[in-house]
T-cell receptor
C-alpha cells in the first residue's frame, strides 16, 4: 500500500514565523503535490513537483515555497506565516504518466491543520 | 481554476438508500477520478474512469461518464453510515496534464 505521511497533524504557529511542512511517500512516485483546503473553496493546488529539484507553481503559490531534494520528500515552506494561511494542508503523490500523457490517481497524506495566530 | 463542479453540494439520505452525485467539467479529459474524504482526513481514491469508458463498477460504486455532456455521476448503492463523507471528482486540466483539479465536493450524510 502507498503510504504518504505528513510531519504533523496539528500545528500552531505565530504570525511571521517560518513554517516547514514535510511530506514523505514510500512508493517511489515521481509526482508530489501540496494543496490547501478551505471551507467553500475546495482543494487548491499550491505547488507540485514531477522530479527531484523540479517544481511548478499551482493556482495559489503566493506566500509559499517548496523544496524537493530527494524523491520521497516534498517540503512546503511558509516564508512568513500569516493568519490567512490558517488552513488544512494536504500532500499527495502519484506516478508520472507515461510519456507525460496520462495522469494517475493521487495518494494523500492525512493532512496538517495549521493555525496561525 | 475550477474544472469539476459537483452537484448537489450536500445530500442527506437514509441508510440503505442509494446516493447519486454528479460532476461536470469543462475541458477534454483522458480520465476522471472520484475521491472520498472522511471528516478532517486526507482524500482516498475511489475509482478512475477513462475517457473511452462509459461505465465502471467497484463494489457498491457505479461511475458513469458522458464525454459529450462533459459530466460524470457516482452512484453508491445500499448506503451505510460509514459512507458518510465528502466526495470529490477530479480531472486533469488538459490532456497530458500530470496534476488534477478537484471540484468542491458533495457532502453526503447517511442517517441511521
Amino acid at each position: 500500500d502507498v503510504k504518504v505521511t505528513q510531519s504533523s497533524r496539528y500545528l500552531v504557529k505565530r504570525t511571521g514565523e517560518k513554517v516547514f511542512l514535510e511530506c514523505v511517500q514510500d512508493m517511489d512516485h515521481e509526482n508530489m503535490f501540496w494543496y490547501r483546503q478551505d471551507p467553500g473553496l475546495g482543494l487548491r493546488l499550491i505547488y507540485f513537483s514531477y522530479d527531484v529539484k523540479m517544481k511548478e507553481k499551482g493556482d495559489i503559490p503566493e506566500g509559499y515555497s517548496v523544496s524537493r531534494e530527494k524523491k520521497e520528500r516534498f517540503s512546503l515552506i511558509l516564508e512568513s506565516a500569516s493568519t490567512n494561511q490558517t488552513s488544512m494542508y494536504l500532500c499527495a503523490s502519484s506516478l508520472f504518466g507515461l510519456g507525460g500523457r496520462k495522469s494517475y490517481e493521487q495518494y494523500f497524506g492525512p493532512g496538517t491543520r495549521l493555525t496561525v495566530t | 481554476s475550477q474544472q469539476g463542479e459537483e452537484d448537489p453540494q450536500a445530500l442527506s439520505i437514509q441508510e440503505g438508500e442509494n446516493a447519486t452525485m454528479n460532476c461536470s467539467y469543462k475541458t477534454s479529459i483522458n480520465n476522471l477520478q472520484w475521491y472520498r474524504q472522511n471528516s478532517g482526513r486526507g482524500l482516498v481514491h475511489l475509482i478512475l474512469i477513462r475517457s473511452n469508458e462509459r461505465e465502471k463498477h467497484s463494489g457498491r460504486l457505479r461511475v458513469t461518464l458522458d464525454t459529450s455532456k462533459k459530466s460524470s455521476s457516482l452512484l453508491i448503492t445500499a448506503s451505510r453510515a460509514a459512507d458518510t463523507a465528502s466526495y470529490f471528482c477530479a480531472t486533469p486540466p488538459g490532456r497530458g496534464a500530470q496534476k488534477l483539479v478537484f471540484g468542491q465536493g458533495t457532502r453526503l450524510t447517511i442517517n441511521p
